[in-house]
Nanobody, 126 residues
């Protein structure tokens, strides 16, 4: 049973930084995509960033490119999302997710991901 546990959310002022972590257990990742999504309201989850676990290729939404950095530590089976220059519109619940079938065409599709964390809230406000 794969379990993903996010941490690192909180309250931060505009322009500040946070680092989210996603610790995984129950599976050794290989040909997987790990991604971060966020939900601001309602049920829709927006793609934020993704990484191919083996090769480390990274992908970003236009809204966070240049401000956020996704990475992973294979030895720790943990993914990270470093968020800088945060804006109030980044306020959301952030989720990490894993898709064992790393198909690029489905990278940004929430329904393609089999495993999800419980989410961590990020609030950007002065």
């Amino acid at each position: 049973q794969v379990q993903l546990a996010e941490s690192g959310g909180g309250l931060v002022q505009p322009g500040g930084s946070l680092r989210l972590s996603c610790e995984a257990s129950g599976r050794t990742f290989s040909n997987d995509h790990m991604a971060w999504f966020r939900r601001t309201s309602g049920d829709e989850r927006e793609f934020v960033a993704g990484i191919r676990w083996m090769g480390g290729h990274t992908y970003y939404s236009d809204s966070v490119k240049g401000r956020f950095t996704i990475s992973r530590d294979k030895a720790k089976n943990t993914g990270y999302l470093q968020m800088s220059s945060l804006k109030p519109e980044d306020t959301a619940v952030y989720y990490c997710a894993v898709n064992p079938r790393a198909i690029l065409s489905t990278l940004r599709t929430p329904g393609a991901y089999d495993y999800w964390g419980q989410g961590t809230r990020v609030t950007v406000s002065s």
